[in-house]
């Protein structure tokens, strides 16, 4: 075999490449699937960028406002004969809506609406401070209701949905009061604080709901005896609504909302962070409106479930 000057024997192969290159080995050649490969970094990039703008720039799963009321105040919230026409109390008087929230008006009333109570005989009553009138033809005109209540300062005021000639009162200076005569003679049957009255009936029953010191009561006798409920994990309740026939109840305040179908035996929190000042609830209890402390407006048509824009 023969040797090289140096003894070595030459290599069997030798490639061609190294010969061409006078002895020095070309660099090898990479594949093409080393190659593409290569991009691989890059393309992860810039779908990781691609994603995170689409996040950013997806809009908030979050509760969506309606309307923005722009009153200086919340007092009240109610809906009407069914779920597209809305009442809004506050300092200066009623808003009305016939779309569901999604534009209003005012009414002919210019008085502190702190309390609001349509009925389904197409009356509404308002209570506040200093305030005690009644409108008959749906907020076209009002007039003043001539009552014995020893104050006209009223700080909370519900009616019975089966009969609007019931109606009850609470006073600033204490007591809740009651009327079976659309509010011209009332009588005091109970003598603690209490806020936010709530009436509801159902099977030949009313029952008056309401917020004590001690948390949520309720009463079946009018307002004479109060027990108590299971209370939202609100602090403070400052809103409440029932559906006529009180088996939904919704609590309110700065926390959130909290909802029960039981009829305030026990209690789910909603997930609605803005906080509620006022809440309603339609008669069915599938829709609920709620005005913020600074005057949004929401509305959920699934119970409360979802929180979308109109």
Do not use: C
């Not at 703008?53 to 109610?78: C, E, I, M, Y």
């Not at 009442?87 to 009414?107: K, Q, V």
């Not at 011209?184 to 029952?207: E, I, M, Y």
């Amino acid at each position: 075999m023969r040797r090289t000057e140096r003894g070595e024997l030459p290599p069997r192969n030798q490639d061609r490449r190294t010969r061409r290159a006078g002895g020095r080995a070309a660099p090898a050649r990479r594949s093409s699937r080393w190659r593409s490969w290569g991009w691989l970094p890059a393309i992860v990039a810039i779908g990781l960028g691609v994603a995170g703008f689409l996040l950013l720039s997806r809009p908030s799963s979050g509760p969506v406002p309606w309307a923005k009321l722009g009153t200086q105040d919340v007092h009240s919230l109610a809906f009407g004969d069914d779920a597209s026409r809305l009442l809004f109390g506050h300092h200066g008087g009623i808003s009305e809506s016939r779309d569901g929230g999604r534009t209003w008006t005012a009414l002919a009333a210019r008085d502190d609406a702190m309390g609001m109570a349509p009925a389904t005989d197409g009356s509404i009553v308002v209570a506040g401070h200093e305030v005690f009138t009644a409108s008959g033809d749906g907020g076209a005109t009002w007039t003043s209701i001539q009552t014995d209540l020893p104050s006209l300062d009223i700080h909370g005021f519900a009616r019975d949905p089966a009969d609007p000639a019931r109606m009850w009162a609470v006073l600033a200076t204490g007591g809740l009061y009651e009327s079976l005569d659309r509010g011209r003679t009332f009588a005091k049957v109970f003598g603690n604080d209490l806020v936010f009255p709530v009436a509801a009936s159902a099977a030949g029953t009313t029952h008056l709901f309401a917020v004590s010191a001690s948390g949520l009561v309720v009463s079946k006798d009018g307002g004479r005896t109060f027990a108590p409920l299971s209370s939202p994990k609100l602090f403070p309740i400052a809103a409440l609504a029932a559906s006529p026939g009180g088996e939904t109840l919704v609590g309110g305040g700065p926390d959130g909302l909290w909802r029960s179908d039981d009829g305030g035996q026990s209690w789910r929190d909603l997930g609605f962070d803005p906080g509620a000042a006022a809440v309603s609830v339609s008669h069915d209890g599938d829709v609920i409106a709620v005005v913020t402390r600074d005057t949004a407006f929401f509305r959920s048509d699934d119970g409360g479930a979802t929180w979308p824009g109109p």
